[in-house]
């Protein structure tokens, strides 16, 4: 394996962050648009100011920091998904520092109405009065968007696209959360998570398990058999592990984050305290999902054991004891339920690109998945899309185009038919964002919810129902055994495929 120092001679223009000039990853090829992580970009002094001068009209003076977040993909490039801000309120009226509620408030509606830009997380600081003197509390982390979304999850989203499946089955998968949350204080008391104002790992992971539930029709059903809480930062590849203080450093951007980013795998895999492999040899585990914060050098979404192959990157190279191919997800607490799910897109993205050896090309119509992921905007000799991809919706001018309002024209629907579809020309269908609900997380249940899941095996010996795929990548090395997986056999796959 080779290793590349990945940077971009980027400007302002084309999202250049400080971490892209930076950041070193394990890697034999740059391919553009692949190998995501989640990571924090530039300052937007602009945007800081513009939050500022709208809130002096509410007569609440503050200081205000704003900086990009977004992914980075194996060749360094950055693309932005939004943005972040602090907010340190100065003065409130007349200095009420009981009234963070009306500030709450006031903030959201202010925010909401720059509705061309994607927040992210929003941390305030309050005044608090001592002894004559003003000092800033800990910060509050608010989301305006994921409040929204996660109530729906949690009321079992029936969205009126949603087709009733025309089959049924239960695959159960059993997950092993991990995540690396050291204490901050000499009394462990405090949690870095929590200092910081991220999600807990339970949310995100039953936000996720709740997502999967519903936009597979019940076929996916996850359940955590074991969480193991680690007090400490996971090891790089050279060595290396953060301290709390140099960690808080790298986020406030005081100083760089370390390089080579990325995390050893190696090391996580053989770590006797959490006995991956042989969990997952003695079939007590089916996946890990390990909780990391940024710059804690995890991918989104990578393969460990025999016949691993690209997950969003490169398999976990061993030496390793597993038997069994492994996923291990990266969810990042710092984001929310939404880009936990987005990790499993591209995560499916790479397995149906097994399937169908598919290569990242404009213009592409010549496999099933091709078809299901098509956007016109991509593709110039067609005026028309399927379903999309993970960062482009039918009608997406641009990444993350969730709310994009302009119409294109869409056979998405038509493949609750799977394999026998109509001409595409007969079936199209206008969509605009509204289809969905505009949001990043309804989106992804529209993609989800129109993989393919019907009985039986296609014409091109890949099986008819894509979730089989999803919950067994072992199966794209060889797709028509995915043909077997019918309602009667259900039970047996797992015997099956050993």
């Known amino acids: 394996m080779l290793t590349s120092l990945l940077s971009a001679n980027i400007n302002e223009t084309n999202n250049e962050t400080p971490y892209s000039k930076t950041i070193q990853l394990q890697t034999q090829d740059c391919i553009p648009n692949t190998g995501w992580r989640w990571i924090n970009g530039d ?19 503050a200081d205000v920091n704003a900086q990009n977040y977004g992914e980075i993909d194996m060749c360094g490039t950055f693309h932005q998904h939004g943005v972040d801000l602090t907010i340190s309120i100065r003065f409130m009226n007349e200095l009420k520092v009981n009234s963070q509620t009306y500030a709450i408030e006031i903030i959201k509606e202010v925010l909401t109405r720059m509705d061309q830009i994607n927040w992210g997380n929003i941390k305030l600081q309050f005044p608090v009065e001592e002894e004559s003197t003003i000092s800033l509390q800990q910060p509050i982390t608010i989301h305006l968007d994921e409040d929204t979304g996660s109530s729906r999850l949690n009321n079992a989203w029936a969205f009126p696209y949603k087709q ?3 089959i049924f089955m239960e695959i159960k998968k059993k997950v092993y959360v991990v995540a690396y949350n050291p204490f901050i204080d000499a009394e462990k008391t405090i949690r870095l998570w929590d200092y910081l104002g991220f999600y807990s790992y339970e949310y995100l992971t039953e936000g996720t398990i709740n997502f999967f539930r519903n936009s597979s029709s019940g076929q996916i059903q996850y359940e955590v058999v074991e969480t193991t809480i680690l007090d400490e930062f996971p090891v790089k590849v050279d060595g290396f592990s953060y301290t709390v203080p140099e960690y808080i450093d790298v986020l406030n951007q005081v100083v760089p984050p370390h390089n080579p980013d990325t995390v050893d795998y190696n090391l996580i895999v053989n770590d006797s305290r959490l006995d991956i492999c042989d969990k997952a040899n003695r079939n007590e585990i089916d996946e890990v ?15 460990v054991g025999p016949g691993s192959y690209w997950y969003n990157s490169e398999p976990v190279s061993g030496p390793h004891s597993c038997e069994r191919m492994i996923p291990i997800m990266g969810p990042n607490p710092e984001r929310g339920i939404s880009e936990s799910v987005h ?22 119509y010549g496999n099933n998945w091709e078809k299901f992921s098509l956007v016109d905007s991509h593709t110039p000799d067609y005026s028309f899309s399927g379903c999309g991809n993970i960062h482009f919706p039918p ?42 609900g505009c949001t990043q997380l309804q989106y992804l249940d529209y993609w989800f919810s129109h993989l393919p899941q019907n009985f039986g095996c296609g014409p091109d010996s890949v099986a008819n129902n894509w979730w089989i795929y999803f919950a067994y990548p072992e199966l794209a090395l060889s797709p028509p055994l995915g043909c077997l997986f019918n309602y009667p056999y259900t039970n047996y796959l797992p015997i099956l495929l050993k």
């Open 164 to 166: 009733e499946p025309k």
């Open 289 to 303: 999902w390990i909780f990391n914060g940024p710059y804690y050098g995890f991918w989104e979404s990578t393969l």
């Open 395 to 436: 009608n997406g001018q641009k990444d993350y185009d969730y709310d994009n309002f302009e119409s294109a024209q869409t056979y998405c629907d038509d493949f609750v038919n799977y394999p026998n579809m109509h001409e595409p020309t007969d079936v199209l269908e206008t969509v605009t964002c509204t289809t969905w």
């Open 43 to 61: 300052s937007q002094p602009m945007v800081a100011d513009q939050v500022k001068q709208n809130l002096l009209k509410f007569k609440i003076e």
């Open 343 to 364: 990790n499993f897109g591209h995560r499916t993205e790479s397995t149906m690109w097994k399937i169908y050896d598919y290569q990242w090309e404009s213009n592409p």
